[in-house]
């Protein structure tokens, strides 16, 4: 088995949303999101080999067998726009920073 070894620091992504409508009961919240995470760290590892299939062919293989991502809190900068609901909503968004984070890295290493 092959491996490979990329690391990555310093990333920046960004995220752009012009339209969206979150509704809860009577409540609907309209607007539009720009988001930007800097400083980030990935590192991953790639196992290259080859497989047998079922009917006997010998395939590529590659697997992901470790993952690691790190995306500093305090890099994170979310700017929303919107009606009155966005607006009070913006607000509290520090307290969500959070949460976001531990969802996002969750969802890419698992």
Request: proline share 3%; aromatic share 8%; charged share 20%.
């Amino acid at each position: 088995m092959n491996a490979i070894k990329l690391s990555a620091k310093n990333l920046r992504i960004g995220f752009k949303s012009n339209d969206f409508m979150y509704k809860l009961g009577f409540i609907t919240a309209k607007g539009a999101v720009d988001a930007t995470i800097s400083n980030i760290t990935l590192n991953v590892s790639l196992s290259m080999g080859t497989q047998k299939l079922a009917d006997g062919r010998m395939v590529p293989k590659v697997s992901v067998p470790e993952v690691y991502l790190d995306i500093p809190k305090d890099k994170i900068d979310i700017k929303i726009h919107g009606n009155i609901i966005v607006a009070f909503a913006n607000a509290f968004k520090s307290f969500m920073i959070h949460t976001m984070t531990g969802n996002i890295i969750k969802d890419i290493t698992t």
